[in-house]
């Protein structure tokens, strides 16, 4: 299951606008590129069901969107035993802004490659 994606760091790096689309785009990017790493996967709609990986997909910005700076990618896994794991990975502002509408698709795919 794909939790709300949060946005951490500097709120006001992008307008409530970008904002609202960045958001979309995280949660849809990132169950995506989990399916595309494991295709037999179910990404479930309900929080109850038995078994099911909850993942929240983080942003962390840094204080400035210059291009010399990063920002910082997380899926955050809560196993159903009740562990946690986070896998996080930097990316440049630079090279995401050259990635324009498909920046989270990027990113979250180069996480989910990371996968085991």
Known sequence: MILDPQIQG???AVS???RQGVLEA???DSAGAI???YPKAVIATDPATPGAVQVRPVLVTPSVLAPWNKLTAQLEFR???GN???LKQDFGVLTLWQKQSEAANYM???LAQRLP
């Open 35 to 37: 399916k595309r790493r």
């Open 26 to 28: 995280m949660k849809r």
């Open 108 to 110: 979250y795919d180069v």
């Open 84 to 86: 946690n794991v986070i």
């Open 79 to 81: 196993m159903p035993a």
């Open 16 to 18: 409530a606008q970008q």
């Open 10 to 12: 500097n709120p006001n």
